[in-house]
């Protein structure tokens, strides 16, 4: 019988700590079957965040560093600048990169270091319990916001694709979403060609990746799924922010 699907090679056959219907699991297969599709397992180093993916190690068969809360982009900096022939990433949540890193972020783009980094973006601390987050959308009830997000008193959600797409730094700049099939495709698409850009040594991406957390925000998977599509999507546009690669966008 014909194999229509497998678990990728590059990810360790061990079950996740996730809870069910996190999309955690499912950008973690695409940048798995993204590096096994390059043949480039033993040639890449992956860094974790500290968030709900600070086990990433546990779960990808490739090199993996801890990298201290927000410090994965200054970490994989060092690590690419001195072992210029691998492939580095960073997975990242939205607290770890638009909050207590926002300025490891802004300035490894800046400096346009040949990385990549895939960032989850939740509108919520999860790994924590649930408290708002840089990208915590207007009006949205977390631990800290019990009456929702007031912008009168906590300001308005960053658009980390926006911008990061301004500073010159910046090769590939790509929001995404893993709420529907056509969407997980089009996810995998851009993880690839965020590698293959590094591979070209063309410099800095960021594919951001609108995702679930059930748990914290008290819906069912399904649920989730529906408000990732009705709420979360209209605030983020999906798109190619930046590309240095295409013409006329430099
Ligand atoms: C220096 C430091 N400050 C705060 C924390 C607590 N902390 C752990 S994870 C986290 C936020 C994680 O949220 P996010 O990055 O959005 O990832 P998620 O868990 O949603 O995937 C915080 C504040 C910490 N571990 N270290
Ligand atoms: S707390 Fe949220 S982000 Fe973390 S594993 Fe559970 S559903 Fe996923």
Redesign the pocket.
Known sequence: MAVVFERPKALIDVPTHYCPGCT?GIVHRLVAEVIDEMGIEGETIGIC??????MAYDYFGCDMIEA??GRAPAVATGVKRTNPDKFVFTY??????A??GTAETVHAATRGENIVIIF?N?T?????GG?M?PTTLPGQITQTTPFGRDTQLAGFPVRVCEMLSTLTGTAYAHRVSVDSVPHVRETKKAIRKAFEIQKAKKGFSIIEILST?PTNWGLTPSEAIKRLRDEMIPYYPLGVYKDTTEEGNK
């Not at 919520?124 to 924590?128: D, F, K, N, V």
Request: negative net charge.
């Open positions: 955690h965040p500290v968030g709900c993916s600070v201290p809360h990242q949540g939205d607290g770890d990169l909050a207590i989850i939740n919520i601390y999860g790994m924590t408290q987050a957390c």
